[in-house]
């Protein structure tokens, strides 16, 4: 016969994960300020008001906690940019509804920053666990996004002659161009830019 476990046995792993997501949550903001780089578990526990030995605990090294980072925010990408566009039908209306939202989590990100872009800056020419973390949700989102692409071709919302992987290159173009702008440069309007070219992209 089955039975419950103790009250205390029950709550333990509960509050492990919860520990370990407040960690994660911390981790992320410093990341997105500091860059992947920036972190490390004594920043962290100090952050948190923990001993080094209590958040290594719970991810072992600085680099599972940059790849568990990496993987957070891929998790909240795909739930503010990619999710809500799936309700829009096939074709051009879904494409442009991943642009808008798209553009829109890049604006949010001015002031903080974009793990995509810091992180392959970061980590460009330097093979490892983490890059290939980065390199493998990039190039998830970039398939997603050729996927709404080719789909709008199917509807004939754009012309057979549409080359997918080339709208979706220049299409990315636009928005590390307006992270750019936005964020180095804080140029007024880069936003409204990047929707102008979206749209020149979509009408030639």
């Not at 407040?22 to 920043?43: F, K, T, V």
């Not at 980072?69 to 566009?85: I, L, S």
């Not at 992180?119 to 980065?134: I, K, N, Q, W, Y």
């Not at 080719?150 to 004939?156: F, I, N, R």
Request: aromatic share 6%.
């Amino acid at each position: 016969m089955e039975t419950l476990a103790p009250a205390e046995q029950r709550q333990a792993p509960n509050k492990g994960r919860q520990t370990r997501a407040a960690i994660l949550d911390a981790a992320l903001g410093l990341a997105s300020h500091m860059g992947l780089e920036g972190l490390s578990i004594g920043a962290l526990a100090e952050l948190m008001g923990m001993s080094k030995s209590g958040v290594f605990a719970h991810f072992g090294s600085r680099e599972e906690l940059q790849i568990s980072v990496v993987r957070e925010y891929h998790a909240r990408f795909e739930a503010e940019v990619f999710q809500p566009c799936m309700k829009e039908p096939r074709g051009l209306p879904r494409l442009r509804a991943l642009f808008e939202c798209w553009v829109r989590r890049v604006s949010v990100e001015i002031d903080s920053g974009c793990i995509y872009i810091s992180g392959a800056v970061e980590f460009d020419d330097r093979p490892g666990p983490v890059r290939d973390a980065l390199v493998e949700m990039v190039r998830a989102w970039h398939q997603a996004l050729g996927r709404a692409i080719a789909m709008a071709v199917e509807e004939g919302h754009l012309p057979p002659s549409a080359d997918p992987q080339q709208m979706l290159f220049e299409i990315h173009g636009l928005i590390l161009a307006l992270h750019h702008d936005a964020r180095f440069l804080r140029t007024p309007g880069a936003a409204a830019r990047a929707r102008a070219g979206f749209e020149r992209i979509l009408t030639r």
